[in-house]
């Protein structure tokens, strides 16, 4: 199979569908792979360093889309990629469609096949394509917190950890998941007074033992979220339900009664967002301030450290990269444990039930989309 990979050209997207080590093996498969010029460049990774791993370099994007059967990137394609899609393409990428009807009507158009890494589930039902993503935005949300706080960047003008004599940030976890626990991890590191709401007694139990005293839990309901939230230095978002928008949980009277100065980073933006006030930034401009809060919502925020991001994600992508590209799509999704769910668009069919109803489409399941 002829796998291509585009530049990613989302603002500030630094990261690569595949690295050279990745396209190495790749090649040892059999297959060829073509990578637009300098789409490694933000990762450090030169068109030498992949023509050394046995790429072929493309002068374009559109020399890339015309030229492969699999277009393999790392955030949803933009309007001009939609474009160059076609019948007989597997794209197999970042999608986050429940949020986004200009994207699914031009997927749908397409006739493409597209499977999303957000969707893929192992054989325990997590999202491993998701998680080495979840990791690294959890941990950033805090970084990017502690520095919204700073009085220059419109925040309290607290320090996240304090110092002696002079009590932490109070942090404000909502989410127990993947992004939710890595940000504790940060946050309890740096000193925070840290707590964590979620609605599953499991969740809490273990991130209790994980943690211990120094984090406090508690089930999230409406009264426990408003008390929390309004209390708040930093309230992090960390809410995602697989496939659909998330749910609004922080409304916008909630932020009227926060603390001025205090900030709220929205790590489920990809999905819409958890506050209602929330819309989607940018790494170019990343804040902006509704009620005196300070809102952080980059919709890309691992793209900040993309040598990081692109070697965790590709750890991950490669054995179904290899699957799609060894098997075909239609046996890799029936045979490969828990890909079959990855498949949102199929030949203008829309196989996410969350995104039908969000979207208004007719659902169509994936097995049955297949045949």
Do not use: W
């Amino acid at each position: 199979m002829r796998v291509g990979v585009p530049k990613e050209i989302k603002n500030h997207e630094y990261r690569v569908g595949l690295t050279p080590d990745n396209v190495r093996e790749v090649v040892a498969h059999g297959h060829s792979v073509l990578m637009e010029t300098g789409a490694g460049l933000g990762i450090s990774a030169s068109d030498e360093e992949y023509l050394a791993a046995g790429a072929e370099i493309a002068a374009t994007a559109k020399d890339v889309f015309d030229k492969s059967e699999m277009i393999v990137k790392v955030k949803e394609p933009q309007a001009v990629e939609r474009a160059m899609l076609r019948p007989d393409h597997i794209l197999f990428t970042y999608l986050h469609l429940a949020p986004d009807p200009e994207q699914t009507a031009d997927l749908v158009k397409s006739g493409a096949v597209c499977i999303a890494y957000e969707t893929v589930r192992d054989t325990h039902g997590r999202l491993p394509l998701l998680a080495p993503m979840s990791q690294v935005a959890g941990r950033l949300a805090v970084q990017a917190g502690a520095a919204a706080l700073q009085k220059a960047n419109g925040g309290l003008g607290v320090l996240l950890g304090g110092v002696p004599g002079v009590a932490p940030a109070k942090v404000v976890v909502i989410g127990g998941g993947v992004v939710g626990a890595h940000s504790i991890a940060m946050a309890l590191g740096l000193g925070a007074d840290v707590t964590v709401l979620d609605r599953d007694v499991n969740v809490l139990s273990a991130l209790s033992a994980q943690f211990g005293p120094a984090l406090k839990t508690v089930f999230s309901t409406r009264a426990s979220l408003e008390q929390n939230v309004l209390a708040a230095d930093l309230v992090i978002g960390a809410v995602l339900v697989a496939g659909a928008a998330a749910p609004k949980l922080v409304t916008a009277e909630h932020v009227k009664k926060m603390k001025a100065g205090s900030v709220l980073v929205d790590v489920a933006i990809d999905q819409g967002g958890c506050f209602e006030t929330s819309h989607a930034t940018t790494h170019a401009d990343p804040t902006y301030i509704v009620d005196d809060v300070v809102h952080y919502c980059v919709a890309n925020m691992p793209g900040a450290v993309p040598r990081t991001s692109t070697e965790a994600l590709n750890n991950a992508t490669l054995p179904y990269v290899l699957g799609l590209a060894d098997l075909g799509y239609e046996k890799a999704l029936k045979t490969i444990p828990g890909f079959l769910p990855g498949l949102n668009v199929y030949k203008g069919k829309v196989t996410v039930e969350e995104v039908a109803e969000n979207l208004g489409y007719e659902y169509v399941a994936p097995e049955v989309a297949l045949g």
